[in-house]
């Protein structure tokens, strides 16, 4: 696994707590590996992640908006081309 590209530190990328962290694999499913390989992960609390209804797992709105903070993160690095290569799916 890579490290996060929008990240440095093990604490909460919504709310910079450090306590009951999870991973979270921006691009899931079919994509998990390539979230994986290419550092599009972050970490987040139990709440953030999926143990509440305000959580990026149940939360469609603040889903997306990690999804495309990460891509343009991505592209920044590889650029758009290289991004639609691998995760075959344009969120902006």
Known sequence: MSKSIL???????????TD????????????????????CWVWLTGERHNLSPDSVHFNHEMNIDL??????????????????EVFGKNYL
């Not at 990240?7 to 707590?17: E, P």
């Not at 009951?20 to 550092?39: A, E, F, P, T, V």
């Not at 999804?67 to 991004?83: D, V």
């Open 7 to 17: 990240q440095n530190n093990k604490v909460c990328y919504l709310t910079g707590r």
């Open 20 to 39: 009951s962290l999870h991973m979270h694999h921006i691009y899931s499913g079919s994509r998990r590996k390539s979230s994986d390989k290419w550092g």
């Open 67 to 84: 999804k495309r903070t990460c891509q343009r993160q991505f592209e920044e690095i590889y650029g758009h081309e290289k991004f639609m």
